[in-house]
């Protein structure tokens, strides 16, 4: 029996040699083929690319010749490349999307389908709804999965013009010229070659670590995470770096460094960043957060007259904003984001080069600006936890979802939001988001207080009312 083939937010993804096979990639590139050539039946083009995953290589060979024999012209990028990358050439070039094989920052063992639409956004649901109708047709056919047409391949190398936009972005003569000394860690992953070839040709003092290719990713999830940053806190302290900055597999997640080897939280950097953004560029038309993310961007939209765009979790709510040129940036506490006038995709090489621009400019270190702006208008701790359940555990909180809670652990529920999953605000300001994932037995638990020790008791009370 086949196994159906389901694209997520972030694409299709599943273990190598178990679901991600070369025949169920066959067929996955097959329903994009017949997808695209039923939107442009005449002079489609598609481009094929890859982070460093193993097989990579081979997998974009097989898109080539599928797409190829569908009359589509495939423009295959031979090197690894990260994900906002693609985004931005599939805007430049016109073509009809992406076909990018990542499985961004999950383990090794995975492998994965991006697939971009034109604009430059990951697919959105009415699209990848019906790239799974027709592999569903294609299984059902009698004839060769295979089209009857034929497009020569062609090569596409997306680095220069990306690294043009970036240039063009951030501002590499005030990081330069304030002799900041930056450390970089692409994990093994996509932006090797991006981020620090970009900084050294501007004269920027920069190392790298972990530059070369593992498909292994050093034995762990290409994350950049707090936990998995210890080689690049050993190089900040051995080249005396005043920041560090790192990019999941695919480049399109960041992790941020202080000086001394501090994590900053996605949630904070997002939140430095749009009140940089305002104050360097003037920029004021708006900001987007998904629900969960912290409301010290809430704060700082108020004491700047900025208005505030709360949405869904998933980036492609945030791109739409950028495209519509609604926000100066938009981003989501998972460390994804994205600024005005640039992809309506999440970029982790333009989140660590803003940040080294902030650092460079401000002249104080990331903790010292994080510090001044809770002064100005009030801290915010926030925190994100998962919970396996139980198959009758998650019937019965399911169901606990769909109720109007007054009270939640004697805590007042002022207002019940619903934007995604449920978010419970109480009359403090302090809140609990609870989502269930859709691809396993996990709750997530998304908790923000105005103090740590709230915080402590927040997370204990949500925690409580999962399993009560």
């Known amino acids: 029996?086949?196994?159906?083939?389901?694209?997520?937010?972030?694409?299709w993804r599943a273990i190598m040699a178990e679901e991600f096979t070369f025949a169920n990639v066959r067929r996955a590139v097959t329903g994009i083929a017949r997808y695209v050539s039923g939107q442009n039946p005449q002079g489609a083009r598609i481009i094929v690319g890859r982070d460093p995953r193993f097989l990579g290589e081979t997998f974009c060979s097989i898109a080539a010749e599928i797409l190829s024999s569908h009359g589509i012209t495939p423009l295959v990028v031979s090197d690894a490349a990260p994900t906002p990358a693609f985004a931005y050439a599939v805007i430049q070039t016109k073509s009809d999307g992406v076909i990018n094989f990542t499985a961004s920052h999950n383990p090794p063992e995975y492998n994965g389908i991006k697939f971009s639409t034109p604009d430059g956004c990951p697919a959105l649901p009415e699209v990848t709804k019906k790239i799974e109708a027709e592999i569903i047709t294609a299984d059902q056919s009698a004839s060769s999965p295979n089209g009857t047409g034929s497009a020569n391949r062609e090569s596409l190398d997306v680095k220069p013009p990306y690294l043009k936009r970036l240039r063009e972005i951030i501002d590499l003569d005030v990081i330069r010229k304030a002799n900041l000394r930056v450390c970089f860690d692409p994990m093994w992953g996509a932006a090797r070659g991006?981020?620090?070839?970009?900084?050294?040709?501007?004269g920027v003092n920069v190392s790298t670590v972990h530059d070369y290719r593992d498909v292994l990713f050093g034995g762990h999830a290409p994350e950049p995470d707090d936990h998995l940053l210890e080689d690049l806190r050993q190089q900040m302290r051995?080249?005396?770096?005043?920041?560090?900055?790192?990019?999941?597999g695919d480049a399109d997640r960041f992790g941020i460094l202080d000086g001394d080897g501090t994590f900053l939280q996605p949630n904070y950097v997002i939140a430095l960043l749009f009140d940089y953004l305002v104050e360097s560029r003037g920029w004021k038309n708006g900001v987007a957060k998904s629900v969960a993310t912290t409301n010290l961007i809430n704060a700082i939209a108020n004491a700047r007259d900025v208005e505030l765009h709360e949405t869904p979790v998933g980036f492609k709510y945030i791109g739409e904003l950028i495209m519509q040129d609604k926000i100066a940036i938009g981003g989501e506490e998972s460390a994804g984001l994205s600024i005005?006038?640039?992809v309506p995709e999440k970029d982790g090489v333009l989140a660590g080069l803003l940040c080294c621009e902030m650092v460079a400019r401000r002249g104080k270190s990331l903790r010292d600006q994080l510090g001044e702006l809770c002064n100005q208008v009030g801290s915010y701790y926030p925190r994100r936890e998962n919970?396996?359940?139980?198959?009758?555990?998650?019937?019965?909180?399911?169901?606990?979802?769909?109720?109007?809670?007054?009270k939640l652990a004697g805590r007042r529920v002022c207002q019940a939001v619903r934007t995604d999953g449920l978010?419970?605000?109480?009359?403090d300001g302090s809140w609990v988001c609870y989502r269930l994932s859709g691809t396993e037995p996990v709750v997530r638990v998304y908790s923000e207080a105005r103090s740590e020790g709230d915080l402590e008791k927040l997370s204990a009370v949500a925690k409580q009312w999962i399993f009560e």
């Open 1 to 11: 029996m086949l196994t159906q083939i389901k694209f997520g937010t972030s694409g």
């Open 387 to 406: 919970f396996r359940l139980t198959p009758e555990v998650k019937a019965k909180f399911t169901e606990k979802l769909k109720s109007d809670p007054r």
């Open 194 to 202: 991006y981020s620090d070839d970009l900084l050294r040709d501007a």
């Open 238 to 248: 051995s080249s005396g770096a005043h920041i560090g900055i790192a990019t999941d």
């Open 423 to 427: 978010k419970l605000i109480f009359d």
């Open 340 to 342: 005005r006038h640039h």
